[in-house]
T-cell receptor, first 116, second 115 residues
Framework: DAGITQSPRHKVTETGTPVTLRCHQTENHRYMYWYRQDPGHGLRLIHYSYGVKDTDKGEVSDGYSVSRSKTEDFLLTLESATSSQTSVYFC???????????????FGQGTRLTVV | AQSVTQPDIHITVSEGASLELRCNYSYGATPYLFWYVQSPGQGLQLLLKYFSGDTLVQGIKGFEAEFKRSQSSFNLRKPSVHWSDAAEYFCAVGADTGTASKLTFGTGTRLQVTL
């Protein structure tokens, strides 16, 4: 597996509380992504980063914010968690300069978040 | 906008039988296509990818896929399924932006293998 660590792996939180998920990589890849996985929807892109302090929105960004202060860490924050954000969250990395391909992405093991 | 359709939500095959998982995509330019596999509680593992060239792509674990531009399809095949192949399979399409790998995934096909 690519050197991607997500933490925590499981979390249960209450509606309205803030939650931060962490993705840490040891591959020095430039691009990092957060996806959510839901039954019947596959994986959908939430936010991605193209460098330190450089981020952009994905398909389902409402209710989420991200930060990347170091190359190796990409944080996903739910400012006020809702039940609709119960999901499995995956971090991914890529770097065409290193892999020789524009779009090959490597995924972490996922974080299962339950909002009650 | 790009999209991916996996018409089969769930497929059951007998061990040793052949397998074909369907994937249709919609994309305005030359697509970059992928198949990922996800075992229960695990992340996604890349099985194979197509960028250009030979339309028949070989992947890991004995899987192959064929890109058919005229049918906008990228079906995954395996001649003889093993019980360990039971998992969920995702087809994805990516844009050749030269930068970020923003993938659009299908909804997945869950494969069950009977002994």
């Amino acid at each position: 597996d690519a050197g991607i660590t997500q933490s925590p792996r499981h979390k249960v939180t209450e509606t309205g509380t803030p939650v931060t998920l962490r993705c840490h990589q040891t591959e020095n890849h430039r691009y990092m992504y957060w996806y959510r996985q839901d039954p019947g929807h596959g994986l959908r892109l939430i936010h991605y980063s193209y460098g330190v302090k450089d981020t952009d929105k994905g398909e389902v960004s409402d209710g989420y914010s991200v930060s990347r202060s170091k190359t190796e860490d990409f944080l996903l924050t739910l400012e006020s968690a809702t039940s609709s954000q119960t999901s499995v969250y995956f971090c991914a990395i890529s770097d065409p300069a290193r892999t020789g391909r524009n779009t090959e992405a490597f995924f972490g093991q996922g974080t299962r978040l339950t909002v009650v | 906008a790009q999209s991916v359709t996996q018409p089969d939500i769930h497929i059951t095959v007998s061990e040793g039988a052949s397998l074909e998982l369907r994937c249709n995509y919609s994309y305005g330019a030359t697509p970059y296509l992928f198949w990922y596999v996800q075992s229960p509680g695990q992340g996604l593992q890349l099985l194979l990818k197509y960028f250009s060239g030979d339309t028949l792509v070989q992947g890991i674990k004995g899987f192959e896929a064929e890109f058919k531009r005229s049918q906008s399809s990228f079906n995954l095949r395996k001649p003889s399924v093993h019980w360990s192949d039971a998992a969920e399979y995702f087809c994805a399409v990516g844009a050749d932006t030269g930068t970020a790998s923003k993938l659009t995934f299908g909804t997945g096909t869950r494969l069950q293998v009977t002994l």
